[in-house]
């Protein structure tokens, strides 16, 4: 029974998951997916890794380094002397002849040696470049927030394309009946000879346009589904199960700024990261302490000396071919803490500092100019909005004043007062009208969420 009722609560749910996979997505699940499977975020994410092996790199600087050097070199070298005298060496009975000869000594040099350095104190030079790239790393993951507000943008434009066209659909479906019942109403006016073959056939060309308009419509609504799938990675048959509805956003036009735009905040890393930067650069006369040891081994094996004339006066005096001993030095050990002070580094440091300093003033400019087009375009945001909002209202009243003319237009043409094509251009107003309220709605929306942007608040949480 335990083992029932725990299979139950299992299928149960893996149903839900299933319902949940399978089912139409959210506008948040939408723009969510987006940013995790947006490319260019992802290449901005490997960046601020990259900074981060930077990172480790400068806290790397200061542990030991060690490393084993082996040699093995043939050599091979040659000296002449020259000898005015005799050279006479009672002792051993021998006499050196005057004149010139020359010696070749050849061997092999074997060296081996392990050495350890560690640096001990950078100048101050290390502390402020770890500042600048953590400034760096705070720049880079700061603009990425901008990135994310723009897919959002993205996502949320075409998530209100889909609810636009389902009111397209839903305008011309009821324009679709009222001209299929006019229809009816002309045929009998036609056989009764009340309206002209003309007239007759205004409405059929009447219907054959909004069957064009339809098929447009279905067209549309396919590419803005390639468009969320391309987004989001989705798949396509839960993004056709969207049933998209576009409500107002409400968004106050008094308060906000654009000090919370992550430009600026990127900016302002990027400002500190240079002056770390300056400071990192000016350490150039400062002095670098460094301690090293090693132990290292020499020696010269199977060597030879050779003469290119017999040294020994005499008849039978031969010429020197002699090996030489090896030699064998070990350890040769030593240690020792180095300093280096670059008194003059032929203007490389204080040129160093001098482009750092320009850096420095780029970035002012960026930012000046970042503070200014952002401000710009916060009042435009802000100018679209109002007006948006305003166009609402004029347009419900021109769909209102539309209706009433298409259901006058509907009884007077029942009652032959207006011709067929009097009929059509009241249907048409309406649609038009019906079309542009829902237009109105889509626009407020983006000067809604335009508007958002502008002051740096787009976030998925915001989104309504």
């Known amino acids: 029974m335990k083992y029932t009722n725990a299979c139950l609560i299992f299928m149960v749910l893996i149903a839900g998951r299933t319902a949940a996979q399978t089912g139409a997505p959210s506008l948040r699940e939408l723009a969510d997916s987006a940013i995790r499977n947006d490319h260019i975020l992802a290449n901005k994410q490997l960046d601020v890794e990259l900074t981060a092996l930077d990172q480790e790199k400068l806290k790397n600087v200061y542990l030991p380094h060690v490393d084993l050097t082996v040699k093995d070199a043939f050599i091979l070298s040659s000296f002449g002397v020259k000898s005015r005298d005799l050279i006479n060496i009672p002792q051993l009975n021998i006499d050196i002849k005057t004149g010139s000869n020359r010696f070749t000594t050849s061997g092999n040099l074997l060296t081996a040696d392990v050495g350890a350095s560690m640096l001990l104190y950078s100048g101050g030079k290390v502390p402020q470049l770890k500042r600048a790239l953590a400034s760096k790393s705070s720049a880079q993951q700061i603009i990425m927030e901008s990135d994310r507000q723009q897919i959002i943008s993205n996502v949320i434009t075409a998530y209100d394309q889909l609810a636009l066209l389902k009111q397209v659909r839903k305008v011309l479906d009821e324009s679709e009946k009222r001209l299929a019942e006019n229809k009816r109403t002309a045929d009998k006016a036609f056989t009764y000879g009340l309206i002209t073959k003309y007239e007759h056939q205004k409405i059929e060309v009447a219907q054959a346009q909004l069957a064009a308009k339809i098929q447009e419509y279905e067209g549309k609504q396919e590419l803005v589904i390639e468009q969320l799938a391309m987004y989001t990675h989705i798949d396509k048959e839960r993004l056709r199960q969207i049933d998209a509805s576009m409500e107002l956003v409400a968004v106050s036009t008094e308060a906000g700024s654009i000090t919370n735009r992550a430009e600026l905040k990127a900016l302002d890393a990027k400002l500190a990261a240079s002056q770390y930067k300056i400071n990192a650069e000016k350490t150039w006369f400062v002095p670098k302490i460094q301690a090293a040891a ?155 969420f335009a508007l958002m942007m502008a002051t740096g608040n787009l976030t998925i949480q915001a989104i309504p």
């Open 294 to 448: 090693s132990v290292g081994y020499i020696g010269l094996l199977a060597g030879r000396i050779n003469s290119s004339r017999p040294l020994l006066t005499g008849v039978n005096s031969p010429k020197l071919r002699a090996n030489l001993p090896n030699l064998n030095i070990i350890p040769m050990f030593n240690i020792g803490v180095g300093l280096k002070w670059d008194l003059f580094d032929g203007h490389e440091g204080s040129e160093a500092v001098k482009a750092a300093k320009i850096d420095l003033k780029k970035t002012e400019n960026e930012k000046q100019d970042a503070t200014e087009k952002l401000g710009l375009n916060l009042a435009k945001c802000k100018s679209d909005y109002t007006i948006a909002q305003g166009q609402i209202a004029l347009k419900q009243a021109q769909q209102q004043t539309a209706q009433n003319a298409l259901t006058q237009a509907t009884k007077e043409y029942r009652t032959g007062l207006i011709k067929t094509l009097q009929l059509i251009d009241a249907e048409n107003d309406y649609v038009a009208a019906a079309l542009g309220v829902a237009q109105s709605i889509f626009d407020q929306r983006r000067a809604a």
